[in-house]
């Protein structure tokens, strides 16, 4: 800055819309984004809690693309990748928690006087804060009930459940680096309600699926100049952790 004020642009080019809009306006949507706080009450909480929810859910949709990132990183090994994505989750995630300050100030009696203009509605029916859970590994197949009449949601969580989770990428790096992975807890028992599949629909993914059973391929390859004999869970001797064998236990 040579000393002179930097002064905003205040004239914009052809870019002036008719009805004088700004090129801000246009970009960021604003005329829609203002349009979608509807109160149904005349509560003035009410606002600040359907502005906080629409908050929260756009930051889970910006967590999920960044845990997807760190996923799909994981699965090729790029650990750097990984690691920026997942840093960039945990602002997300900080900003995530925080928000619930916009409503510290509301009292029950507030929240009470607006509660019946929600009907059935429940933060519980949030798809995407239920995609963020399937992809961290928390998988529950009943839970698509909800969504059995929103194809879209219902397909976009389907695709969720049958795709290795954050968890089980972050297992199969440390297999392919011939890390002891603890056993696979057994796939839970799908119980009677599991909704009924749409026609050609592949099954839920459990870890003797096709899509685990890729991932854990891999781990059975040891990484590249491992002694002969060695396999993913037999850590190579000159591995770091190929720690000698616990010592015996003492005679009792
Ligand atoms: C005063 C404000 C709020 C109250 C009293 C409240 C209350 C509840 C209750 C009682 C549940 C359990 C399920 C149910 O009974 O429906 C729930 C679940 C949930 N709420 Fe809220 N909620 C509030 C605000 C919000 C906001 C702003 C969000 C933002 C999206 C949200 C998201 C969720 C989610 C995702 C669940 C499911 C949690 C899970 O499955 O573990 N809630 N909430």
Redesign the pocket.
């Known amino acids: 800055m040579t000393g002179q004020t930097h002064r905003p642009n205040l004239r914009f080019g052809d870019e002036q819309a008719p009805d004088a809009t700004t090129p801000y306006a246009r970009y960021v949507r604003l005329s829609e984004l203002h349009s979608l706080q509807q109160p149904r009450s005349a509560e003035p909480s009410e606002y600040a809690?359907i502005v906080?929810?629409q908050v929260?859910?756009l930051l889970f949709d910006l967590l999920h693309r960044d845990w997807a990132a760190a996923r799909a990183a994981l699965r090729e090994d790029d650990l750097r990748t990984a690691g920026d994505a997942l840093r960039r989750g945990q602002h997300t995630q900080d900003v995530l928690v925080s928000s619930w300050d916009l409503?510290a100030a509301?009292t029950p009696a507030e929240?009470n006087s607006f509660r019946p203009v929600l009907g059935e509605a429940?933060?519980?029916q949030?798809s995407a804060?239920l995609r963020l859970e399937f992809l961290l590994g928390n998988k529950s197949e009943n839970l698509l009930t909800m969504y059995q009449d929103s194809p879209a949601e219902y397909d976009e969580l389907f695709a969720e459940l049958r795709t290795p989770s954050l968890y089980d990428e972050a297992l199969a790096v440390l297999a392919r680096r011939g890390l002891a992975i603890p056993a696979a807890p057994p796939p839970p028992a799908a119980s009677p309600t599991t909704p009924s599949r749409p026609p050609g629909a592949p099954s839920t993914p459990t870890r003797s699926s096709p899509t685990w059973r890729a991932s854990a391929r891999r781990c059975s390859t040891p990484p590249s100049g491992s002694p002969a004999g060695a396999s993913a869970t037999t850590p190579p001797s000159s591995a770091p952790w190929a720690a000698s064998p616990a010592p015996a236990a003492p005679a009792a």
Do not use: R
């Open positions: 809690f906080t929810t929260m859910e409503l509301m929240f429940s933060g519980f949030s804060f």
